[in-house]
């Protein structure tokens, strides 16, 4: 018996749990309904019995199933052998459907009135058709349990760049990020078909996605860093910005949603958001397996990129035939480009979906060029940076000025008084930088509005720890108790400054050298001196590979630092060679070293030092713990 | 301002800003080319992106001089690469690269390169 036959059953029990959902909401029978509920915990609990035999095949080393001979291999510790679940495609896609299984059963099991049953109902079908699409991906295209006609001595392994704990962490969190969009699109949906309110009912799901989506970029951008070894964390190459481009658009509808919650405003809007955020999760999924952002001739050979386009068409097609059919309904009083929180929204809204249209249009533009007949062409990095830089920056002052705005029109007037610690704080920020000799235009732009962001956000918790009658710190425990989305959001936004500090020291003031040293010389870079010793070569200690360590006493301006040992792995398994990056964390900045080998006693090194480049990673910290803030439930201030 | 007027500077806003991408997107773009078509085109002097395998045996590294050459092929057609910076991970002999740099007098002289992402997605099992 093939374990496939649990992916089998799982896509028979969907689709006729989609049917029953379906049915059974349309003519409010309770019972088709119920049956409904009981298909989708059957999935569950047959794509769960498919994920376990999957683990138990990984950790028993059946090499005869190809997958495990693909990833793992005898040597490979067992933390990366669970690991490569999810390393390769059909594994992933797997991971996929179970998350949403997971949480198509989490759904039914929190659902409670019968009204709210059939709301429910409408979006367990959704949830269960998108589960169709994978489902039906894993036992045709991408089956994780096909099996070799012999049995293989050992497996492939897995690729040593992948075997850190960041690439462990890195695609479950995005993953988790994916499918959990896939709950609040299922809402809306079935919001749209019941003219029902999906924004409050998916408010918590839907935030809670967008820290795991948040999440999956950041570990990414570090596994990037301390593995990679070219002193970047991103290139704007076509599957870091697939996943970027759903964390754009759903951070606009993180806000948009507000202004529906509190005046009805801006439904159609909000809709649009969210199917656009979901199909462009399928597209992160997809399109970078698909092989379409290399060349389109490979796209149309990859069976794979069809049964996506039919997958995406289909979603598409049914969200625009909702939204005309519902045009009625969508229609809501447009929201006005004024000095209002809702307007500022609005334009927030807009620049992080322009900042979206400009990343989707350069991944694609090298693809419209092949089509019109032209040679190949590659975008480089720099037009993300240029197009997405002033982007930013308005996103950063608008930043500095939404909390001190409610939600009804403001005249400039009113605003002053408000906005002007802030704007002095900023001002005085600059003009201290610009003594300090700081000339770059990005620095200075950023500066000024992360500043005014900052301080208007630190004024707005000041503000809180004040307006209560005891002391400082109770109050501000009261005021985030009783609005946890709010003072959560302000940490993430508080987090987003932290990051963009590191982003631009980082980028803008990287010192980098590369430099040939004899045993017993020296280079200095920056306030910073490396004297190389030598290298060994230590054979590793499972045997596969050998460690070519290079070893350099580093010091500072005060002393001797640390000894830094980068080192050079070749792998007899996969008969190449990897730079191991040598990384010495400070405060305020990273020493960054590489060594590239050595022929005839000279051996040759890079070495960065990056200023500020822990900020991003504290910023990420940050902002999971705002995220946490946000989702936690508001105890209402007269309870208590 | 009434509402004619605000319409008019919104347009007039809009479209500078999409000439202004449409121009940031030209001028950042290079040629992403095969060996073949570097040397039947016209390239010349400018600078290039170049896919193809780093040939067997042509690798010669110099720490000393920080001086990297190797042969790079398509298959049909080779040219010589110059480089003088840091190797990336996982550069090879035998494996696909992408090299960026300027080409003249049959050398490209390099100032990138990057190996194709060591994937996971695409490693075949023999």
């Known amino acids: ?640 | 301002m009434d509402k004619k007027t605000q319409m008019i500077i919104g347009a007039i806003v809009i479209i500078l800003c999409l000439i202004g991408l449409g121009m940031t997107l030209k001028g950042s773009v290079v040629p992403y080319i095969t060996v073949t078509e570097l040397k039947s085109g016209d390239y010349r002097g400018e600078h290039v992106q170049i896919n193809g395998t780093v040939v067997e045996g042509s690798v010669d590294w110099h720490p000393k001089e920080i001086l990297l050459t190797f042969k790079l092929t398509d298959g049909s057609e080779t040219v010589d690469v110059e480089y003088r910076g840091s190797i990336p991970n996982n550069f090879e002999e035998g494996k696909m690269v992408v090299v960026g740099g300027v080409y003249d007098m049959n050398l490209l002289r390099a100032d990138e390169i990057l190996v194709k992402c060591p994937s996971k997605y695409t490693e075949e099992i023999e």
């Open chain 1, 1 to 640: 018996m093939n374990d496939v036959i649990f992916l089998q059953a799982a896509l028979i029990t969907t689709i006729v749990a989609v049917f029953l959902h379906v049915i059974g909401a349309e003519l409010r029978r309770e019972d088709l309904i119920e049956w409904g509920k009981i298909g989708t915990y059957l999935t569950f609990i047959f794509i769960t019995i498919a994920s376990i035999r999957l683990f138990y095949l990984l950790i028993t080393h059946d090499f005869q199933n190809l997958y495990v001979a693909s990833y793992t291999s005898l040597d490979l510790p067992l933390f990366y052998v669970i690991s490569a679940f999810w390393a390769g495609q059909e594994g992933s896609f797997l991971l996929w459907a179970w998350l949403i299984s997971i949480f198509a059963s989490i759904v039914l099991l929190r659902a409670k009135s019968m009204d709210d049953a059939r709301f429910t109902s409408y979006a367990s079908g959704m949830l269960g058709a998108i589960m169709v699409g994978f489902l039906y991906i894993l036992v045709t295209a991408s089956n994780p349990f096909k099996r070799l006609d012999f049995l293989p001595m050992d497996g492939y392994g897995l690729n040593p760049l992948l075997q850190d704990p960041g690439m462990v962490l890195h695609p479950p969190v995005l993953f988790i990020g994916y499918a959990g969009m896939a709950v609040p699109f299922a809402f809306a949906m079935a919001g749209l078909i019941m003219k029902k309110d999906w924004v409050l009912s998916t408010r918590r799901w839907f935030i809670f996605a967008w820290i795991a989506l948040s999440m999956g970029n950041i570990i990414g951008a570090w596994w990037a860093y301390h593995v990679l070894g070219w002193g970047g964390y991103w290139a704007w190459d076509p599957v870091e910005n697939s996943s970027l481009l759903p964390w754009l658009t759903a951070s606009a509808l993180l806000h948009t949603v507000m202004v529906e919650e509190k005046m009805k405003r801006m439904r159609a809007w909000n809709f649009t958001l969210m199917t656009v955020t979901f199909i462009l999760v399928l597209y992160g999924t997809f399109l970078t397996r698909s092989g379409i952002l290399e060349s389109v001739h490979a796209f149309a050979d990859s069976g794979l990129g069809a049964v996506l386009m039919g997958f995406l068409l289909i979603i598409l097609a049914a969200a625009l035939r909702l939204m005309i059919r519902r045009r009625d309904y969508l229609k809501s009083d447009p929201v006005g480009f004024d000095l209002s929180r809702s307007g500022l929204i609005l334009i927030t809204s807009i620049l992080l979906v322009v900042s979206a249209g400009t990343v989707l249009v350069g991944s694609f533009y090298p693809l419209l060029l092949e089509v019109m007949g032209g040679v190949q062409q590659m975008v480089q990095a720099g037009y993300y940076n240029t197009v997405n830089v002033p982007i930013a920056v308005l996103i950063f002052m608008l930043l500095g000025i939404c909390p001190l705005i409610r939600w009804r029109r403001y005249k400039l007037d009113e605003l002053k008084p408000k906005i002007t610690v802030s704007v002095l704080s900023s001002i005085s920020v600059v003009l201290i930088a610009l003594i300090l000799g700081v000339r770059d235009p990005i620095t200075i732009s950023a500066t000024l509005a992360c500043t005014l962001t900052l301080t208007t956000h630190l004024k707005e918790f000041y503000d809180a720890s004040r307006s209560g009658d005891d002391k400082g710190l109770s109050n501000l425990y009261t005021a985030i108790c009783g609005d946890h989305r709010r003072f959560g959001g302000y940490i993430v936004h508080l987090s987003l400054i932290v990051m963009v500090i590191g982003v631009c020291g980082s980028s803008i003031y990287e010192n980098r050298d590369i430099f040939t040293l004899q045993a017993g010389s020296s280079h200095t870079i920056g306030d910073y001196t490396l004297e190389y010793q030598g290298t060994e070569a230590i054979h590793s200690p499972s045997g596969d590979g050998i460690y070519y360590v290079a070893i350099l006493d580093l010091y500072g301006e005060n002393g001797y630092i640390a000894r830094a040992m980068p080192d050079l792995f070749y792998s007899f398994r996969f008969e190449e060679t990897y730079q191991h990056v040598y990384i010495k964390s400070r405060l305020f900045e990273d020493i960054y070293i590489i060594y590239q080998g050595s022929e005839e006693g000279y051996a040759l090194f890079e070495a960065r030092v990056i200023p500020l480049v822990s900020f991003i990673w504290w910023g990420g910290v940050l902002l999971l713990f705002g995220g946490i803030i946000a989702l936690l439930p508001d105890k209402r201030r007269n309870e208590a």
